[in-house]
């Protein structure tokens, strides 16, 4: 079995977690990296050290920028980080590329770009938050996969989206950690399976008389099944759309 973890704060919230629509996982980060940006947008106004940093890292990624967008009492702590930003960015581009050597693109960053930054130069720390957050409740999974407590609402609740399937699979410990892992998911999957068959059978226009059932958002659910996010719902009973609480709509 994995290493044990003492069971405080963060265990109890992925038992409660398993409960809510979509992978338990991607609802968690999602939390963390809120939380974070709740802390920025205060400490942005008061503390010069942190717009430096976040002048460094060039600010947020699209996904990020979205969910500052979404927060309230927000503009003056953007406004702060951003004109930070906007001003190193203008006095770069004025110097223009450099004539002999040297990379517009890294003074554009504030440093040496990497390989990957090269093509998407983006370096968003409320990211690093979030793979922080998604490693630290996918080591504690597995490390309480044979607690009944945690066991029982994994197994009746959402599961996991792909991507998050694959990374616990990659730090799986024992064969035992992921027989539990793996079968309450298959079953989940079979049960997709089904509810596809069904919707692509009502689809034909011999059958499209009839009403649909669970199936009637299944398209949905499976698309939140391989690429996840906080608050999609995996389960008939959640549905396939963002959830109220993250800022969705269920209507179609």
């Known amino acids: 079995m994995a290493k ?5 704060t963060p ?44 002048k460094g890292a060039r600010g947020f ?27 190193s960015i203008a006095q770069e581009v004025a110097k223009g590329p450099p004539q002999a050597g040297g990379s517009f693109l890294g003074r554009l960053l504030g440093r ?26 996918v080591e504690l999974l597995l490390a309480h996969l044979e607690d009944e407590k945690l066991y029982t609402a994994y197994a009746q609740g959402e599961g996991l989206c792909l991507p998050h399937l694959l990374l616990a699979l990659e730090r799986v410990p024992d064969e035992a950690t992921r027989r539990r892992l793996l079968e309450p998911q298959l079953a989940r999957y079979q049960a997709m399976l089904a509810d596809l068959d069904e919707f692509i059978r009502k689809r034909d226009y011999r059958f499209r008389g009839e009403s ?17 996010g906080a608050g999609l719902g995996l389960s008939a009973r959640s549905g396939g759309r963002p959830s109220l609480e993250e800022g969705g709509k269920h209507d179609g």
Not at 63 to 76: D, T
Not at 114 to 131: D, L, Y
Request: aromatic residues 8%.
């Open 212 to 228: 649909y059932g669970e199936e009637g958002d299944v398209w949905l659910r499976a698309m939140n099944a391989v690429v996840g």
């Open 4 to 8: 044990k973890l003492g069971k405080h």
């Open 112 to 137: 040496r770009p990497t390989r990957r930054e090269a093509a998407s130069p983006v370096s968003c720390p409320a990211c690093a938050i979030g793979r922080q957050a998604e490693e630290n409740y």
């Open 11 to 54: 265990y109890f919230e992925l038992v409660e977690a398993q409960s809510q629509a979509g992978c338990p996982i991607c609802r968690l980060v999602y939390k963390a990296t809120d939380r974070y940006l709740d802390s920025i947008l205060y400490e942005a106004v008061l503390d010069p050290d942190v717009r430096a940093k976040l």
């Open 61 to 87: 990624c699209a996904q990020h920028v979205k969910m500052l967008r979404n927060k309230p009492g927000r503009a003056l702590g953007i406004a702060l980080i951003y004109r930070d930003i906007i001003r």
